[in-house]
């Protein structure tokens, strides 16, 4: 839980300080754009579960 609030917080201070400096947003603007990154982390995390299985097969 600590690493999911400092990354919160550290992404509010990025977005905000780009905000103050008027350049643009280092980030998908739209819902689409975060959703993609939800589903890359995703399939990530399902390699992870089914690597071993893979592995097996060419063993």
Known sequence: M???LL???TGFLVGFIFA???LPIPAPP???G???IV???L???AYEQVS???ESWFK
């Open 39 to 41: 589903g890359i982390y």
């Open 7 to 9: 990354s919160i917080i």
């Open 52 to 54: 071993p299985l893979i």
């Open 43 to 45: 399939g990530f995390k």
């Open 34 to 36: 975060v959703t993609g």
């Open 20 to 22: 103050l400096f008027k």
């Open 2 to 4: 600590k690493v999911i």
């Open 30 to 32: 739209a819902l689409a």
